[in-house]
């Protein structure tokens, strides 16, 4: 029972799962909707039972009544798998009749600019995922502007509604909206046939609070009660005793077959009449299911499914405890029977996870043994982790393959620490089997250098390599893969090519060692300085595992996922890369790959840092020292402050920069890093932190022989990206030091360099030293009117830098006294001077843009200068800030 390399999307997701009989028209909920203008976001948000769903679907009409075109997509537990999530969107936006193009990715695609749409995710409260959080984020923030997403939760989603809600691009429709009025109340009861009196629908409203779920079961217990007004007394006060009081009272109504059928059924997420009888072999299910239907009890159609109905799921929660309380014997037998049906289908997922729910692990491993290797070498790590974590360990022991694999997936979802301690536990380092040592002698050097012990996985990794070609392609080609970044990261450049060249001859179809050749192998470029071939190789890797268009670069890897964002983020594109980071950035926290998570955080970092949220700048930086602390990552913590130290050089806080930097230099940090290629240490270490710290505060001809030195170093390496960004260094060292002539030659030098494979933020991320190379460059560099080429990149790094700086000319605040500022003014230049834009200074000070506005107007007309710049380099000279 092999599973499909892209499982179907059943049409059952694709469709609202409600009853629309006796339905009450919202209407305030559409005008509110109407009123709100162009939200991004609209949250149906309230507990079980409020008509979440009834609400989003006669929203959804009134959208198309507009005009709009809608797509729906009811989620479940196996949307918190990235791959699956995408497959199901890309599914759903079919339904929107735009023109698909299958070369763009799903997020892509919905950004394009098109006519109004509206994306309606329904049961969101079910996604726990990360990745899959981070890409739903990821659609809002680039959703063009005539489109929306319609979420329906029982919980607050993790989706940055802070910032939405400020923006003016959230409308919420909470618990309070969703109750019904009286006059909706009585309208209710009208359409469901039951003629009340007022004081009978008023004390019905009031006992129910409106909640949508207690009335229907109330008009259930109406049609088939003498009194109502007995039934109403009898009434308990919580809304939850109410739900439950009433779900037993139309329960006890039902014909004893029709009960019985409700309970043994309610195991069920979909049902249909093959299923059913599979657990009900001597009922007649087909027909119950169409009495059911009929007397519209309980039983929800799904839309463009005649066959298929689901339970609502406040009255599933309801009918599987009375299943527990009456019947627990039984829960076994119907879950494998349930489970039969579904292998009988070759459906392994839901016969796998009914398995496990009716407790026969023995055969829900039975299962897995036929689609587990299958799934690994697809690297479906979450989907196995889920179900390992579910099998007693005792049980595993007995299948040393299984428990093995589990590793892996364990690895890969829950991070190496965890996965090691499993697999010492396991007792799988010392099994006889040559299969389970094959598995074994991989796991050790990948999880050592997962957890940044290279030295150590180096020689795991040489034993291994003297046991390949075990019979098994998928670890034999991981461990080559595994091999070529740990030499790599040991310089032994051309065995890391050898080991490269021999994973892609035994790879196979394997989408997750295609993937992992791919990222080696464009470290090694990017290493090598070719950023051009690094990008293919990266984009190459993103979309390999996938198996299909509509993934594309947001399938959830982050191996591959975080090094292409850090090339995106280096051509500049930073909407694109904060896209990118959005989905991958949780990934590498969770999973804890070193260099990932350090990459990942500082260019989060930077690009808060580039948009004037300093705040946001920071607080990235505090989340990376964290992980470092916690998962004993000491490299990490010492990474995150010496970027806190860069930034605080770019806020020209000399002696704060140079604690930062002191504190993360810490020699028994670096030391086992030292001559080694760390992919996040490349550019960004200890040695380009303490120059960068000279260039600003201190003496820069003092660094200059330490920089010609290193540059020899990483050339005769091969590190050419490192060697390009040190001659940067060493261009304005002798920029600042007073050697004009040697700044402007090297300087040449390195744009036609960087200019050749399109380096811009390696430039740019200098800060505002480097517009006063640029210039002296554009204006006495003969080359470039002879290169159009470099002069167009040299114009456009100026662009970029924007006006010249005060250490790039002489800033004179006038002859005339200058008018004293006040102390909001002084505020505002701290601010300024410490990089925050017009809108983070007034979020943070509690006042409007306008405000901003006008402060700054006032304060260059008192220091009588013309930009920003000035204004804060007149500051500084005058003492008013530091």
Not at 394 to 422: C, D, Y
Request: charged letters at 25%; aromatic letters at 6%; hydrophobic letters at 40%.
């Amino acid at each position: 029972m092999k599973p499909a390399p892209s499982p179907p999307i059943s049409s059952a997701k694709l469709a609202p799962l409600v009853q629309r009989s006796a339905e009450v028209r919202r209407d305030r909920l559409a005008d509110r909707l109407a009123r709100a203008g162009a939200v991004k976001l609209v949250l149906v948000r309230a507990p079980a039972g409020f008509g979440k769903t009834t609400a989003m679907v006669q929203l959804r009409e009134a959208l198309q009544a507009h005009g709009v075109a809608t797509a729906w997509l009811t989620l479940d537990n196996a949307d918190n798998d990235v791959p699956r999530f995408l497959a199901g969107v890309s599914e759903a936006i079919k339904q929107l009749g735009h023109e698909h193009d299958q070369d763009r990715d799903v997020l892509a695609q919905l950004a394009l600019d098109q006519p109004p749409f509206a994306l309606f995710l329904d049961d969101f409260e079910i996604i726990r995922e990360g990745g899959v959080m981070g890409m739903v984020r990821e659609l809002l923030e680039h959703l063009p502007r005539n489109g929306q997403i319609i979420i329906g939760s029982r919980t607050l989603p993790d989706l940055g509604l802070g910032r939405l809600r400020a923006r003016g691009q959230l409308l919420e429709l909470d618990t309070e909206l969703l109750r019904f009025t009286p006059e909706e109340t009585a309208e209710f009861f009208k359409l469901r046939g039951t003629e009340l009196s007022l004081l009978t629908v008023d004390k019905a409203h009031e006992k129910t609070e409106g909640w949508g779920a207690a009335l229907w079961l109330l008009s259930l217990a109406f049609q088939r009660h003498g009194t109502p007004s007995d039934l109403m007394a009898r009434l308990p006060s919580s809304e939850r005793e109410v739900a439950d009081y009433l779900t037993e009272e139309v329960l006890a109504q039902q014909d004893p077959p029709v009960r019985d059928f409700l309970l043994r059924t309610s195991i069920l997420r979909h049902l249909s009449a093959p299923v059913c009888q599979a657990l009900l072999p001597q009922v007649d299910c087909a027909s119950i299911l169409r009495k059911l239907e009929r007397d519209n009890v309980f039983l929800v159609q799904v839309e463009g499914e005649p066959d298929l109905y689901r339970y609502h799921s406040l009255f599933a929660d309801f009918l599987r405890k009375l299943l527990e309380r009456e019947r627990p014997d039984e829960l076994a037998r119907l879950h494998l029977a349930a489970s039969g049906w579904y292998e009988s289908q070759s459906r392994p997922v839901p016969a796998i996870d009914h398995a496990i729910e009716g407790g026969d692990h023995p055969h829900a491993l039975l299962l897995l043994e036929e689609c587990a290797h299958a799934l690994l070498e697809q690297g479906r790590m979450r989907l196995l982790d889920r179900w390992f974590s579910a099998i007693p360990s005792t049980l595993l022991r007995e299948r040393p393959l299984m428990q093995v694999i589990a590793v892996w997936a364990r690895t890969f979802s829950q991070g190496p620490w965890t996965a090691m301690a499993w697999l010492e536990a396991s007792g799988c380092r010392q099994s006889p089997d040559p299969q389970v040592q094959a598995h074994v002698r991989v796991l050790l050097p990948v999880l050592l250098a997962m957890m940044d012990r290279y030295d150590e996985a180096h020689a795991a990794g040489r034993f291994g390599v003297q046991h390949l070609n075990s019979g098994n392609a998928f670890v034999d080609t991981v461990l080559l893969n595994a091999m070529a970044h740990i030499v790599s990261v040991a310089g032994e450049r051309q065995e890391a090519q050898h080991f490269l060249e021999e994973a892609r001859r035994t790879q196979g179809s394997s989408a997750f060692n295609r993937m992992y050749t791919e990222t080696v192998q464009g470290f090694l470029d990017l290493r090598e300085g070719r950023l051009r071939q690094a990008t293919a190789r990266f984009r190459m890797a993103i979309t390999s595992s996938s198996g299909a268009a509509t993934y594309n670069y947001t399938h959830g890897n982050a191996w591959a996922g975080v090094p292409y964002a850090g090339v995106v983020y280096e051509a500049n594109d930073m909407p694109a890369a904060e896209r990118l980071l959005n989905v991958y950035l949780p990934l590498a926290r969770d999973v804890g790959l070193p260099d990932h998570m350090i990459s990942s955080y500082r260019m989060r970092s930077r690009i808060a840092f580039q948009r004037g949220d300093v705040d946001a700048a920071l607080q990235a930086l505090t989340e990376l020292e964290y992980l470092g602390h916690e998962r004993h990552l000491p490299r990490v913590t010492a990474s995150a402050k010496l970027e806190r130290s860069r930034l605080l050089v770019l806020q020209g806080h000399a002696s704060a920069a140079r604690e930062e930097l002191a504190r993360g230099a810490d020699p028994q940090v670096w030391a086992a890093a030292q001559d080694q290629y760390r992919p996040a240490q490349d550019v960004d270490d200890v040695l380009v932190g303490q120059v960068r710290v000279g260039l600003y505060f201190g003496e820069p001809a003092q660094h200059i022989a330490e920089l010609e030195a290193a540059i020899h170093h990483a050339r005769t390496a091969q590190r050419n990206h490192r060697a390009l960004k040190l001659r940067l260094l060493l261009s304005l060292a002798f920029l600042r030091s007073g050697d004009v002539g040697r700044a402007t030659q090297e300087g040449i030098l390195v744009l036609q360099d960087a200019n050749r494979e399109g380096f811009v933020r390696l430039l740019l991320d200098e800060g505002p030293a480097l517009g006063s190379l640029l210039r002296r460059v554009h204006t006495s560099a003969p080359e470039l009117g002879q290169d159009p080429i470099l002069r167009e990149y040299v114009e456009r790094l100026l662009e970029l830098v924007g006006p010249a700086g005060a250490d790039e000319e002489s800033v004179e605040g006038g002859g005339g006294e200058v008018e004293l500022l006040t102390r909001k003014e002084i505020r505002i230049l701290q601010l300024l001077a410490e990089g925050y834009s017009n809108t983070a200074m007034a979020e943070k000070l509690f006042v409007s843009d306008s405000t901003v506005r006008t402060h700054l107007r006032n304060i260059n007309t008192k220091l009588q200068c013309h930009s920003r710049t000035q204004a804060v380099a007149i500051a500084r000279r005058r003492g008013l800030i530091r």
